[in-house]
Structures are given as C-alpha cells and as structure tokens.
C-alpha cells in the first residue's frame, strides 16, 4: 500500500481533526446510528458517482428473502494499474485505512471491513429492501440520490428491541451512514426511482489486525 | 384438468356470453378441479425460482419465476397441466373467444412468484403474435395481500394518461383471460409490499 492512490487519507481532512467525532460518538450512543455528511474528501464522491453506474449491476435476493439489491463487487488489485479508475482505489483506501478508525472513534468498536479492496456497489431500485442482518456495522455511503421523499421508501431505519422506528435517513449524495447490523433495515421502494451506495459490512477484527 | 361444467356446451356459451361482454377479459374462478390446484401449489412450491428483474424505459419488474416444458410421458400433475395449457385448453378457448389460438410454440411453462418486492410495470403484451393472455392463479387461500399489493390492473388510455378500468386481486384456482392483440391493452402488477405468497403459471395464446 504504497502507492500514491492509498497513500492519503480518502476521509474528508475534518474528520480526522481532533475531536471531530466527538458529537456523532454522542449520537451513536444516544440513538445507535450515525451520519456523516461530506465523508469522503471534496469531489471523491462525484468521481466515483460518475464511475459507479459504468459498473454491471445485478438483482440479488439473498436465500432467506431478506434483503433484495442490484449489487456489484468489483475485487480491486492491491497495486494500482491502467484498468480502474483511480476514485475506486480512493474508495479502497477509505474502506481499508479510514473508515475503521472512524467506526471505531463512534461506536467504540474495534472493527474492519469485511473485504476492503471490494467495491460493492448497492443500488436500490422499486422493489429493493434489506432487512437486518448479522452483528458489526453495516456502513453506506450514498453516491447519487435525487431528493428523496419519504414515500418513496429505501429509507434506512434504525429499530430498538420492540422493532419501533428510532432513527430514519433518507438516502442523501455523499453522506455515509453507520448502522448497527442487527438492528436496521432498510424500507422498501416503491416507485421507480434508484440510487446508488457503496457499502460496507464491518465485522470484529482478526486477532492481530 | 378444467372443472367439469366448464367445458359443456353449456359452460362454454355462458363464458363466450362473458367474453363478448367484458372486453378487458373475464375471470373464471374455481377453474381446475380442487386437487389438481393443490397438487400444483405443492410442486411449485418445491421447485427454484429464479429472480427476474429488470428497469428500463419500457417496462420494469422484479419478480421470481420458473420455467418447465411438460414432458410427453410424465404422469405428474405440472406435466399434465403443461399438455392441456399447450393442447386442449386451445380449442377450448377457441370456442369462448371466437379467435384461432394456438400454444405457445416454445411450449415454456412459467411460473411466477410475487413476494416481497415483487412487480410488473405498466405495459400491453403487443408483439403482433399474441392474442390472448392467461393468468392461472396460484395464490394459497388465506394469504391475504391487501388491496393494491399484488393484484393485477387492467387499464385504458384516459385524459390523465391511463386509469384503472378493473383491478382483480390475487386468486386460488382462477383463471384470468384477456385478449392483448391491441397496443393499448394497458395492464400491471401492483408491487407486493410484504412477505407474501402469489403464484400464478401465466403466458399467452397466439
């Protein structure tokens, strides 16, 4: 990880001043969930948000009928060459260097990306929901999404043990939401709308990592 | 395969007096006999279905689906129904709608699975080949899809755009049929928003 694409932080240079999280650590532990507005350093989110649509992008129902999503994985190399565009191994640095400290500065849990140089691209469209899954922290960072109105669904929602609605984000360009895996979803789309994320799924770190 | 009194001469007047009044199509309820419906629902059930789904300027959908070709030989219930939807049921419905219909030539089977999620986007079925679209509904009684999840629009051209001429909910056993020769017979799957089960086997005469 040498090269120059992973060589600076891809965060936004705010976050990563002292005492930046100091008040989205507040709000995870007041209502479980967090957003970070402009979390990718200026201009990183509309490169990837031009390069992203490129990427083939196909429905997925997992087996349990939890979650449906037009999704891409594109497997990055770990050294930069000519084939990608040099915002996906911003995003990969992000993914590797940046956002577990950040998730950990929040949640105070010490976890890494499950697949850091895998650029899982998440689209939802009508049709497309996720329901809660595994434990760690499941991360979306919204690439483009118009304005979007609540009954349009696709919103992820934050539930406590009874499943009541605590925390509910619309779907926002350039925003990066955390969420607790096991205690989010997000809402069904019922129109014919779409919008595009990458996503993370962050689980505890290997021993030694 | 069909209820008995559906095919007398009888039955059949009495669907081709419905055909020729109802011009966007008629539903015929309780339209196998019981347990061919049961044993259906069974074998669907057990088979994989695949998800569909697509988003373009001319028609979306998602939905998971099934295909089979009935075997000559096979003496299972979906074989048989597959031979009489691709052989007999033609000029059974010959007879109610007055057109030449034939199977479809591909012989394919589908069968659909509408769930959470699940729908089909305004569209006409025009390919100038097709006549008639059939719907065999599949949808296990008591699994209830509340009004408009899963059921089937039918619609005309209207100063607004389009508007809802007749929406039939999800059916046990029925058999829905209207003809789709023309460009506007405009019609939809409303998206299904909770985890239900709506199965059909559908397709078209030609």
Redesign the interface.
């Known amino acids: 990880m040498t090269d120059r694409f992973f060589a600076e932080p891809a965060a936004h240079p705010r976050l990563l001043e002292p005492g930046a999280t100091t008040a989205l650590a507040t709000g995870w532990a007041e209502r479980g969930a967090a957003r970070i507005d402009d979390a990718l350093e200026p201009g990183l989110v509309a490169r990837i948000a031009a390069v992203a649509p490129q990427l083939p992008v196909t429905?997925?129902?997992d087996a349990a009928?939890r979650e449906?999503t037009?999704t891409s994985r594109i497997e990055m190399p770990e050294v930069t060459g000519l084939n990608y565009p040099s915002c996906l191994y911003r995003a990969v640095r992000f993914a590797r260097d940046d956002l577990p400290p950040l998730v950990r500065a929040i949640t105070g849990a010490p976890l890494a990306v499950e697949a850091p140089f895998e650029i899982r691209v998440c689209a939802l469209?009508?049709?497309?929901?996720i329901d809660a899954g595994a434990g760690g922290v499941e991360a979306f960072l919204w690439l483009d999404a118009p304005e979007w109105p609540d009954e349009w669904g696709g919103r992820v929602e934050l539930l406590d043990d009874s499943g009541a609605v605590v925390t509910a984000l619309a779907p926002r360009a350039g925003a990066l939401d955390l969420v607790p895996s096991e205690r989010y979803r997000i809402t069904?789309?019922?129109r014919?709308v779409?919008c595009v994320a990458l996503r993370y799924s962050l689980a505890a770190a290997p021993e030694g990592a | 395969m069909l209820r008995a009194d559906l095919t007398t001469d009888e039955g059949i007047a009495a669907l081709r007096d419905r055909w020729s009044t109802h011009p966007r199509g008629i539903r015929i309820r309780d339209a196998l006999e019981p347990q061919i419906a049961e044993s259906l629902l069974t074998t669907l059930r057990a088979q994989p279905h695949a998800?569909?789904?697509a988003?373009s300027v001319n028609i979306?959908y998602?939905y998971?689906a099934s295909a089979s070709i009935p075997d000559d030989e096979c003496d299972h219930e979906l074989c048989a129904f597959g031979r009489w939807l691709f052989g007999d049921s033609c000029a059974w419905l010959s007879r109610i709608t007055n057109l030449d219909l034939a199977p479809a030539p591909d012989r394919q089977m589908i069968a659909t699975l509408y769930?959470?999620?699940?729908?089909l986007?305004l569209h006409n079925d025009y390919d100038g080949k097709r006549k008639v679209a059939f719907i065999y509904g599949l949808t296990p009684p008591g699994e209830h899809l509340v009004e408009p999840d899963g059921h089937l629009d039918l619609l005309a051209a209207s100063d607004d755009g389009v508007s809802i001429v007749e929406r039939r909910p999800p059916g046990w056993n029925t058999l829905d049929l209207f003809e789709v020769t023309g460009k506007t017979q405009w019609h939809r799957v409303n998206?299904v928003?909770e985890?239900r089960e709506r199965r059909a086997i559908a397709g078209w005469y030609y």
């Open positions: 429905p997925h129902m009928g449906v037009w469209k009508m049709g497309s929901y069904l789309v019922e014919d779409a | 998800l569909l789904a988003s979306s998602q998971l769930t959470r999620g699940s729908y986007s998206i928003r985890h």
